[in-house]
């Protein structure tokens, strides 16, 4: 069965950058889309960032647009997530999530991701 397995997470301080990772297995990596959403607590999950399974297709939430960027290496089966001057807003559970149908061609509408890790907990001081 497919697997997510996200790694990274940790307490860094405002201003700090971190790389998230993805590491995925149970499927043809290559063929499908990917994306990160993150959790804070009391409050809802939020899309943060998705890719297409060509890597041609990106988009990102109004949360992190212009300090992140999600990318993917099909040959490690593993997406990232690098978020650049972090808040303490950014504080959440963020999550890696897979998209259930191959080569689609655009990042996939938010409820339509059905395959998710566990998470890696993300905290950022003041």
């Known amino acids: 069965q497919v697997q997510l397995v996200e790694s990274g997470g940790g307490l860094v301080q405002a201003g700090d950058s971190l790389r998230l990772s993805c590491a995925a297995s149970g499927r043809i990596f290559s063929n499908y889309g990917m994306a990160w959403f993150r959790q804070a607590p009391g409050k809802e999950r939020e899309f943060v960032a998705g890719?297409?399974?060509?890597?041609?297709?990106?988009e990102y939430g109004d949360s992190v647009k212009g300090r992140s960027t999600i990318s993917r290496d099909d040959a490690k089966n593993t997406v990232y997530l690098q978020v650049n001057s972090l808040k303490p807003e950014d504080t959440a559970v963020y999550y890696c999530?897979?998209?259930?149908?191959?080569?689609?061609?655009?990042?996939?509408?938010?409820?339509?991701?059905?395959?998710w890790g566990r998470g890696t907990r993300v905290t950022v001081s003041s």
């Open positions: 999530a897979g998209d259930p149908i191959p080569f689609r061609n655009y990042v996939a509408p938010a409820g339509r991701y059905t395959y």
């Open positions: 890719i297409d399974w060509r890597g041609s297709s990106i």
